[in-house]
């Protein structure tokens, strides 16, 4: 018979909205004012912090909406945001520097939805309010530091295989050993063909030089390493700010999206983010004179260094230990009430600590603090310049041998030993970040834009509904069902997919979907309208419209398909947000267009004899 | 049942051809032209630099707020107001400096330290230069991507000469609405880059039906000829066009109207874009196709062999 769907098409039909419409719940709950706490690095978070948090809140008699203690996090959802502050303050107070307090908004979804997985759609800044940061490395930075550390070890083993050279120097991404005789050339060159594996040797025999370059290869992962490590950095640095939701992300080939929603204080995080900052141990240079280097006579592998009490030390190039090898410092007090770091580090930097206090026990070693800072400047290939700040935090003799645990004193106050253990649990840098691109969005445009979109989206809709039965009539309420369900399907289908995040041109996309979406039935009542003037039944007109209508939903559809997914490929941030939304919308516009019409026309019309069509 | 273009007879859209290159190239050429002379109001995300919105409690004075930021060296600033008299807009041009990225807090505070602090931040951004140079040369290459893509699919499922009166309709729309940001000095900015991509998608839309028609009454229709069954096309689609034109007009004044000043570039660019697109699939497609010389032998359907087709039928 004509136009009668089988059952299970119309079960299809009625599952996939009831399940997309499910889906689509959880947005209209709204959030919850929330405090989450987590542990900083040297503290848990237990079911005995989970009793003091309870406690806390009773004794400024708070009565939270829920405790729960999940994936190592707190959260208090409360009713307000004058109880969120107080509640937070009194945390604060409460727990101390071993935890982190922050304020969060948590979804509201009642638990039966969440317990299926249900949440609300995600939120860009734009409509959410926070920062935007994007970040650029620098990738010279990382070779030179790479290269150093080459120079060192080809240093020591030549060294050890008592090959005498006159000097041994990085050289933009070269290492060059210079050496004095013909024997202890062929020896070095010897000694150093195919030893490292992403290096070649060239060879200068005129002026008994050697140069180990990089390969491209080698290049290539080591400028990989530095980027996936910066990302690592950053996203330990963006937990100790206890931000909710934060997004680190890399974007091409030397750039860092962060994402922090909800934050203000802009100062404090591009601090702590931007921060470059790394720690190194070397011996002191005690046996040259320091007047002389002051004079600007440095000697052969020294390096002269301010201090903080405004003088100068002569430290020794070769590096003992930098501050990759550290796994947690902390902040704290010695037995004198003064500030100090302690430090723990892993194998191979205790072992390196080890063999380099053993033999300078009695020695004076420095801890010299390396930061980067942007110059404002740029080179000719137009990447911005840093400048290394490196200064001389403290000296201290070597007591004993030293493991893997030890500690920093000397630091001037309690505040700066917090911010180096920050930073040096972080981990430091590979190589200095440059923020390049930053957007901060303040909530409360935020909501006037979630207000504002949505408003536009409701009287769009509301004027094609309006135009569709006026034109339509009862055909034309049943596009608008469609209508009504589109839009349903797309915030349940954007609620679902992980990565979709809502923004302003996405919502801007959703009203444009809602305009076009009615085009496939305009095209299919057209047809319809097109059959009746050639005298079909009624029946025949719908399946026939129906009929010669799809191959040209399928086309205009698919071609517009196309330029969603370029879009998405292509573009960045709004033109990605809107490319989602687009996409998202073609595909339910064509399914509820097509299908769902057709089954509620089967349902009304379809298998009767009927002499006339409201369309 | 009431329709809005009510015909029985074929209007005969491609007569008038000639007057609609006419006035389209015209447009175009008045387009590069002003391209070329007065170019595009490039917006922060393509220049780089700093923008700052902020709200004041009442209306906000202007003139006081550009002394203020000349008294402190930021002369070159460009004040604003942007929606309501208490929200201005502040665009710095990007420069040289230690500080580039902290201007913005900078300007933030000077402002509050001006007005006792009644001074509320709703958006600070700022880009690097070269982020931005990098945008403008991702954007034209997604838009080119786009036009390829589109290219390639029509000329496989239709045929050539339709997927070439397309793309030039496509890269008519484009040109004519960039003209139109460069004429009105409106900003273009990212937004209106999606929109742009969008009336893209939208005029694509329109095109494609027109040459789902063309193809399927030659195929229908052995009389005639390419121009009628062109005619015939159009005016089939006539009322369908319109129709969709419309409710996409009507939502997308809704957005210019409700969406908020963000939204407003985009807005802009998609209902002028929709205009044209409309226009340019009814006119410029299939004129370009007929001009190129599309006729009914080019659409039949590919004669496939079928199987056994060859053998004598079973007696």
């Known amino acids: 018979m004509l136009n009668k769907f089988p059952l299970w098409k119309n079960l299809m039909v009625i599952a996939i909205l009831a399940i997309a419409a499910l889906y689509a719940l959880p947005n209209i709950y709204g959030e919850d004012y929330a405090v989450q706490i987590s542990a900083s690095r040297n503290a848990s978070v237990t079911t005995d912090t989970l009793g003091r948090v309870e406690q806390t809140l009773e004794e400024i008699s708070i009565t939270p909406k829920g405790v729960t203690l999940e994936n190592d996090q707190i959260l208090v959802r409360v009713n307000s945001d004058v109880e969120q502050l107080q509640a937070r303050d009194a945390l604060l107070r409460e727990l101390g520097t071993d935890y982190i307090v922050a304020l969060n908004l948590a979804p509201a979804t009642p638990d039966w939805l969440a317990s299926i997985g249900a949440t609300p759609m995600k939120l860009g800044l734009d409509l959410r309010g926070g920062v935007h940061f994007l970040m650029e490395v620098d990738m010279q930075e990382a070779v030179r530091k790479i290269q150093d550390q080459m120079r060192d070890t080809v240093r020591a083993e030549l060294r050890e295989e008592r090959i005498r050279s006159t000097s041994i120097r990085r050289q933009d991404s070269d290492v060059v050993v210079e050496l004095r005789t013909t024997e202890d050339y062929t020896a070095a060159e010897q000694y150093l063909d195919n030893r490292y594996p992403g290096y070649t040797l060239i060879e200068e025999e005129a002026t008994q030089t050697l140069r180990l370059r990089m390969t491209e290869a080698k290049l290539k992962e080591t400028q990989d390493y530095a980027i996936s490590q910066n990302v690592t950095i950053l996203r330990n640095r963006v937990n100790e700010l206890g931000v909710a939701e934060p997004v680190v992300q890399r974007q091409g080939a030397d750039r860092i999206v962060v994402q922090l929603p909800g934050v203000q204080d802009t100062a404090r995080a591009k601090e702590i983010l931007g921060a470059t900052a790394t720690l190194e141990f070397r011996l002191v240079d005690d046996e040259n004179s320091l007047r002389d280097a002051e004079m600007g006579r440095v000697p052969f592998g020294s390096e002269l260094f301010p201090n903080r009490n405004g003088g100068n030390t002569l430290l020794r190039e070769d590096v003992i230990l930098t501050g990759d090898h550290i796994v947690n410092a902390t902040s704290g007090f010695d037995e004198n009430q003064r500030p100090q770091v302690s430090i723990s580090l892993d194998g191979a930097g205790g072992d390196k600590m080890s063999l380099a206090t053993r033999d300078n026990v009695g020695k004076p070693m420095a801890t010299l603090f390396i930061e980067f800072k942007a110059t404002g400047e740029r080179d000719e290939n137009d990447r911005i310049v840093f400048e290394r700040h490196a200064e001389v935090i403290n000296v201290a003799t070597i007591q004993s041998r030293l493991g893997s645990n030890f500690r920093i004193t000397g630091i001037s106050s309690q505040q700066e030993a917090q911010n180096l253990a920050l930073l040096l649990r972080a981990g430091a840098l590979i190589a200095p970040i440059q923020i390049v691109e930053e957007r901060t969005l303040g909530p409360s445009l935020g909501k006037e834009n979630i207000a504002l979109g949505t408003q536009a989206i409701v009287w769009g809709f509301v004027l094609v509904v309006f135009f569709m039965v006026l034109y339509y009539r009862k055909f034309g309420l049943v596009a608008n069902l469609a209508l009504t369900a589109n839009l349903v399907l797309i915030i349940g289908v954007m609620s679902m997919i992980p990565g979709a995040t809502l923004t302003l041109p996405g919502m801007a996309g959703i009203v444009l979907t809602v305009g076009m979406a009615v085009d496939a039935n305009v095209l299919i009542f057209e047809r319809i309208r097109e059959e009746i003037k050639a005298k079909r039944s009624p029946q025949q007109a719908i399946h026939h419209g129906y009929d010669s209508a799809f191959s040209t939903i399928m086309d205009a559809n698919i071609t517009t398909l196309i330029v969603a997914i370029i879009l998405f490929a292509v573009g960045t941030g709004p033109v990605k947000g809107f490319a989602v939304t687009l996409a998202i919308g073609i595909i339910t516009s064509m399914f509820t267009a097509i299908v769902g019409t057709r089954a509620v026309i089967n349902a009304v019309w379809g298998g009767k004899r009927i002499d006339k069509l409201s369309v | ?315």
């Open chain 2, 1 to 315: 049942m009431h329709e809005i273009i009510k015909t029985n007879k074929t209007i005969s859209f491609m007569r008038y051809r000639m007057a609609a290159w006419f006035m389209s190239g015209l447009l175009i050429v008045a387009s590069i032209v002003s391209l070329s002379v007065n170019q595009l109001n490039w917006g922060l995300d393509f220049t780089g630099g700093t923008v700052i919105e902020v709200g004041y409690e009442t209306a906000a004075d202007l003139p006081a707020v550009r002394k203020t930021l000349d008294a402190n060296g930021f002369g070159g600033a460009v004040v604003q107001n942007f929606g309501t008299q208490q929200d201005v807009l502040i665009r710095i041009e990007p420069r040289e400096g230690v500080k580039a990225q902290e201007l913005g807090n900078e300007i933030l505070s000077l402002l509050q330290s001006e007005s006792n602090g009644q001074v509320e931040m709703r958006r600070i951004e700022f880009v690097g230069p070269q982020v931005g140079d990098e945008l403008t040369e991702q954007g034209g290459l997604a838009m080119l991507t786009a036009l390829i893509c589109i290219l390639i699919y029509i000329a496989l499922r239709f045929e050539w000469r339709l997927a070439l009166g397309a793309v030039g309709a496509l890269a008519h729309d484009v040109i004519i609405t960039l003209g139109l940001f460069s004429v009105l000095g409106l900003e273009f900015d990212l937004t209106v880059l999606a929109a742009l991509l969008a009336v893209i998608g939208y005029s694509i839309n329109d095109t494609v039906v027109v040459c789902d028609r063309v193809r399927e009454n030659f195929r229908k229709y052995h009389k005639g000829t390419s121009e009628e069954t062109i005619d015939g096309a159009l005016t089939d689609t006539m009322s369908r066009t319109v129709i969709t034109s419309l409710t996409t007009i009507l939502v997308l004044v809704a957005l210019f109207f409700l969406g908020g000043q963000l939204i407003h570039g985009f807005a802009t660019a998609l209902l002028f874009g929709v205009v044209i697109g409309t226009y340019s699939s009814i006119y410029i497609a299939s004129s370009l196709a007929l001009a190129l010389g599309v006729s009914r032998e080019d659409l039949m359907p590919p004669e496939v062999e079928k199987e056994g087709e060859d053998l004598d039928p079973l007696p």
